[in-house]
Structure formats: structure tokens, C-alpha cells
């Protein structure tokens, strides 16, 4: 019977050190996870060949993390335009964990994302869409009014007039109004939808 004892004792041995390793285990202390890197683009929407601002948060602090903006949704490899977060294309001398980097949009119109790339390779952290739009259209000219034909009309009391719009929005709600010089613009004698002639 001792081959038995023995294997019982081997048995009940390894049992414990079973519920030693486990137990050391769940005693190790909780080992804190890094917050996310938080990315933020400003403005969402710009015109084309704009400044946006790529801001970084909460970044590993790699002294080659960089950050790129590309067409939204293309391959982690391909990028337009890229800086480290000391926004040149030369590392900085320590490791940012934060950091505001002032890019230039792209030309073309559409859907961009910006990216944080960890030390220096396609491994992205975090991601933001924002949009380009064509450079605005220059204001229109300002609406002209003539009254009589003139725009510095003298009338009769009483008189008929004839109110001519050019260069107006073209809504279908505009109107005219008869009303004192320099009175508020909210005051006024009489009015009129424009139509058209």
C-alpha cells in the first residue's frame, strides 16, 4: 500500500500548489490599463486647401507617434499629409502624450478622416471624420432698388410707385417695404411680396 499514500500525497501536494499559483494570482495587484487616445479635429467641415486642427489627448507619449489625414475609409498605409505631434516631420526631443497640430486640408472635396499612428508605424490609435468642401462662393452682389426708376426717387404724395428689386436672393417670400428714413427696420408703412415682371 505505500505506492498508493505516495500517489495520494503527490495528488494532494500538486492540489495545493494548484491553490497556491491560483491564489497568488487573484491576490497580484490589478495592473491599470492606458485611457484611449482621444483625437479632435477642428473644424469638422473646412474648405478646401483650410486649416484644420488635429488635437491629441491621452496619447502613449512614443517619441515618433504621428498623426495624418487621409481619404476616409482608404488603408491604414495611405495618407495625404502627416507630422509628428510636434507638427514638423522631424521627431520631437521627448515624447508628447498631448498636442495640438495645425494641418493643411486637402484640395479636393469630400470625406477625410485624421488619424494618430503609434511609434512610427500603421498601427492606428484613434480615428475622427471630417469634410472638405469646395472654397466658398463669393457673396453675391447686394440687391439694388430703384424707385421710379431712380434710387434717390423724389415723389409726390399720394403718388403711384414702382419699386424694381435687381440682384435679389430670389425666395419665394421676399417682399418691399414703404417706410420713414431711418426709422427701425421692423417698422414700415406698406408692403409688398415681389413678383415677377
Sequence with gaps: MPTILSLRARRETHCMRWAALLAALLAWPAVAQAPSVTLIVSPRVVAS??????????????????????VAGSDDTSYLAW???????????????????????????????????????F????????????????PPPPAAIAVNGSTNAVVSEGSALTVTVANGPATLTDWVALAVAGSDDTSYLAWAYLRKV
Design 49 to 70: 486647401n483650410g486649416l484644420v486642427t488635429v488635437t491629441v489627448a491621452n496619447g502613449p507619449a512614443t517619441l515618433t507617434d504621428w498623426v495624418a489625414l487621409a
Design 83 to 121: 507630422d509628428y505631434l510636434n507638427s514638423m516631420q522631424t521627431p520631437p526631443g521627448v515624447g508628447l502624450s498631448s498636442a495640438s497640430v495645425v494641418m493643411t486640408a486637402p484640395a479636393s472635396p469630400g470625406s477625410y478622416e485624421a488619424r494618430f499612428y503609434y511609434n512610427n508605424g
Design 123 to 138: 498601427t492606428v490609435l484613434a480615428r475622427i471624420p471630417f469634410t472638405v468642401q469646395g472654397a466658398a462662393l463669393p
